[in-house]
Nanobody, 122 residues
Framework: QVQLVESGGGLVQAGGSLRLSCAAS????????MGWFRQAPGKEREFVAS????????YYVDSVKGRFTISRDNAKNTVYLQMNALKPEDTAVYYC???????????????WGQGTQVTVSS
């Protein structure tokens, strides 16, 4: 079992930056692929980025490519999402999740954090 706790959300102006962190419990963190998803009010949960267990493979939704960077530190059991050049449309609750597979599919992720709110003002 993996427990995930996100932090780092907040209110930022358009063009600003935030770094989200997701701390994982358990000794098997390094065996999981990790993903970030987001959900805006009235919208479905959307894939944002994922990273393989080794950190070699990284995937992004087109709307964040060149602005967001996912990374992980297996020694600290933590995955990060660096978000730059933020836009109002990035406003959402951001969730980290763990999966045995490299996937952008919501259903492939077995473990989820509680989410952290990101609000980008125009």
């Amino acid at each position: 079992q993996v427990q995930l706790v996100e932090s780092g959300g907040g209110l930022v102006q358009a063009g600003g930056s935030l770094r989200l962190s997701c701390a994982a419990s358990g000794r098997t963190f390094s065996s999981y692929s990790m993903g970030w998803f987001r959900q805006a009010p009235g919208k479905e949960r959307e894939f944002v980025a994922s990273i393989s267990w080794s950190g070699v493979k990284r995937y992004y939704v087109d709307s964040v490519k060149g602005r967001f960077t996912i990374s992980r530190d297996n020694a600290k059991n933590t995955v990060y999402l660096q978000m730059n050049a933020l836009k109002p449309e990035d406003t959402a609750v951001y969730y980290c999740a763990a999966s045995r597979f490299d996937s952008s599919n919501y259903g492939a992720y077995a473990y989820w954090g509680q989410g952290t709110q990101v609000t980008v003002s125009s």
